[in-house]
């Protein structure tokens, strides 16, 4: 069966309900996923994820250790993790043992571990995490760049916090932010399994019966800057690490996707045989690997890039990017890029579609991005349609991703 799109009347709210029945195994999994509730939504820095690190610390009745055992001695997977625009509460686990899973995910949403001493170890976890980082400089170009496309923006600063704000938090902090998050206006679920749409309805409206309403409250879009720039941090490193952005003016729910996808696996998504990977790594020997992709989300798009390379190449494998872009903006692709794509993309479509987790998730994503279930298919078929003109009138009516910016942590030379 592929997935199907309903609605859960839930006090008088109505939650998105995106279901598919698979019988392959005695298996049952459910992920509470809400919108407009990831890192982008702090209301201080690293709060979203601070709150679901205590999340996965069991419940303050039975505490980390003892709500483990629980779960262990019925092999229930239970765990809570933070993306940029979502938080995600999954649960899984055998057929028979999918009741007591939903009991103690209730259990978890209505007597989270809000202790001090929970706090005090997550924050001690966190810290230690973001003093690592002050050492890795993949992370802090990364960063950097981050600073600089995405300026006075929720993007530009880390989602873990820093080290000052993630201090600050407090328990009351953490109760107020998953209280004006975690509720059925956000709520949308996503469930598959050896179950009948029924019985995964039930399931999902008693796990739901422990929220509260709230209001969605729309993160808003942002948008990368056009800047052709570079930045560079002088550390003790013996090589440099290159993170390169521009803006991509592409809409996530735009008709061009398709394009889109094609374009960014030819110039740099695809690894070997792409035409950053050619240039930078096979002709020139600038890097061991290098590529680019075009990011494509509900409140931002940008084009995006990353290369390793020797301190003293650094300035010439900047250079490179920045010819591989303009070569590809004014000429294009060629009859035979266009067609190894197609064959790509399509022929490997059955590796992305065959497992239970994999189709949920492409289902949810179809969902997110306003298209109807099953769109990924149509999607297919467009990208086999493709004409050259047509993927070089795209190309080249997307100027803006060679208004580069580059950040660039190396050592002295």
Not at 7 to 32: A, G, R
Not at 77 to 82: E, F, G, Q, R
Not at 90 to 100: A, D, I, M, N, R
Not at 260 to 287: D, N, P, T, W, Y
Request: proline share 2%; glycine share 6%; aromatic share 8%.
């Amino acid at each position: 069966m592929s997935a199907n799109l309903s609605q859960l009347k839930i006090n008088n709210t109505d939650v998105p309900f995106i279901f598919e029945e698979d019988k392959n195994l005695p298996i049952v999994s459910m992920q509470l996923i809400f919108k407009n509730s990831g890192a982008l939504s702090d209301t201080q820095d690293g709060i979203t994820k601070l709150s679901a690190s205590l999340l996965n610390e069991g419940t303050k009745k039975d505490g980390s250790t003892g709500f483990a055992t629980k779960l262990e001695n019925r092999a229930i997977s239970l765990s809570t993790h933070a993306g940029k625009e979502t938080f995600v509460i999954e649960v899984g686990s055998l057929k028979e043992e999918f009741p007591y899973a939903i009991e103690r995910l209730k259990e978890l949403l209505t007597d989270p571990n809000y202790s001090e001493d929970t706090l005090s170890k997550i924050k001690t976890q966190t810290i230690a995490s973001l003093k690592r980082r002050e050492s890795d400089f993949d992370y802090i170009s990364s960063l950097e760049l981050k600073k600089m496309i995405f300026k006075n923006t929720p993007l530009a600063k880390p989602s873990s916090g820093t080290v000052q704000s993630v201090e600050a938090i407090k328990l009351v902090d953490i109760d107020k932010h998953l209280g004006e998050h975690l509720g059925l206006g956000n709520a949308i679920v996503v469930m598959g399994g050896d179950i009948s749409q029924k019985e995964a309805k039930d399931f999902a409206k008693s796990a739901l019966s422990s929220l509260s309403s709230v209001s969605s409250k729309t993160i808003p879009t942002m948008k990368a800057l056009g800047k052709k720039q570079t930045k560079e941090k002088i550390v003790k490193s013996e090589q440099a690490y290159v993170y390169f952005g521009a803006p991509l003016n592409v809409a996530f729910d735009s008709k061009e996707r398709h394009l889109a996808q094609v374009a960014s696996f030819i110039l740099g998504s695809s690894g070997f045989g792409s035409r950053m990977m050619e240039e930078i790594r096979v002709k020139k020997g600038l890097a061991y690997s290098a590529y680019s992709r075009f990011n494509i989300n509900k409140t931002h798009a940008y084009f995006s890039g990353y290369l390793q390379t020797k301190i003293e190449t650094g300035k010439e494998a900047v250079d490179s990017v920045k010819e591989v872009v303009k070569t590809f903006l004014e000429k294009g692709v060629i009859q035979e890029e266009l067609t190894a794509a197609q064959q790509f993309i399509v022929g490997s479509e059955p590796l992305r579609n065959e497992t239970l987790s994999q189709r949920l998730s492409r289902a949810f994503q179809e969902y997110y991005t306003n298209k109807p279930l099953g769109s990924s298919a149509e999607n297919l078929k467009k990208i086999e349609k493709i004409t050259l003109k047509e993927l070089n009138d795209f190309i080249k009516a997307h100027q803006e991703i060679a208004e580069l910016s580059f950040s660039v942590v190396t050592g002295k030379k």
